[in-house]
């Protein structure tokens, strides 16, 4: 009887075990989509930052994606608790249940992380947020650039550099000489 017990033990064991590796094969994958998507988002967050206009609706945008970027790195950061957590010790079987379900909540809320991604991409076509690059010439900081590469108009004759002050001894000397 206690070897069927055993036996029955370690076939279930077994199962968990290939359940443990395939789950996280599959939330191995979605990490490193979530990883990659995150440099996405970091690349996009410094050009939009640089270049964010006055319009609300980017505003809005550059925040959603602030927020999804946030809870992706608070994902990353339950997971790699998760991970570490109990990695040295897998002797009861509840413990593993426990830590299957954990990672499986890791792999939904990344799941979840996804469709508020899709979601942000929807309503940028639907309401007509324009890609930042184009509106690259309208915000505060680029009329400041484009100010500073303009030509200027200043005559230059007029412009004399060095022996300033020889030039102003010379001039009050001419000057007091025509008054007298």
């Known amino acids: ?3 069927a017990f055993v ?14 590796v395939s789950l996280r094969t599959s939330l191995r994958d979605e990490i490193r989509w979530l990883r990659n998507e995150l440099l ?15 319009d609300q609706r980017i505003q809005q945008w550059v925040f959603e994606i602030n927020s999804i970027a946030n809870d992706a790195v608070a994902i990353l950061e339950t997971y790699n608790f998760e991970a ?20 499986y909540n890791v792999a939904e809320e990344i799941r979840s992380l996804k469709q ?15 890609n930042i690059n184009d509106n690259a010439g309208e915000g505060p ?3 400041v650039t484009t100010l500073r590469r303009t ?3 200043v005559d230059e004759d007029h412009i004399f550099v060095g022996f300033q002050d020889v030039v ?11 008054a007298s």
């Open 1 to 3: 009887m206690a070897d």
């Open 7 to 20: 036996s029955f033990a370690v076939q279930k064991l077994s199962d968990f075990l290939i359940q443990q």
């Open 40 to 54: 996405i988002m970091q690349s996009f967050l410094i050009d939009a930052e640089q270049k964010q206009s006055g």
């Open 84 to 103: 570490d957590k109990g990695a040295s010790h897998l002797t009861v079987c509840a413990c593993i249940r426990l830590k299957k379900k954990k990672f």
């Open 116 to 130: 508020r991604i899709i979601d942000i991409s929807r309503k940028r076509e639907t309401y007509g947020i324009t």
């Open 141 to 143: 900081s680029n009329q």
């Open 151 to 153: 030509t200027s108009y």
């Open 168 to 178: 102003q001894t010379l001039l009050a000397e001419l000057l007091q000489t025509r």
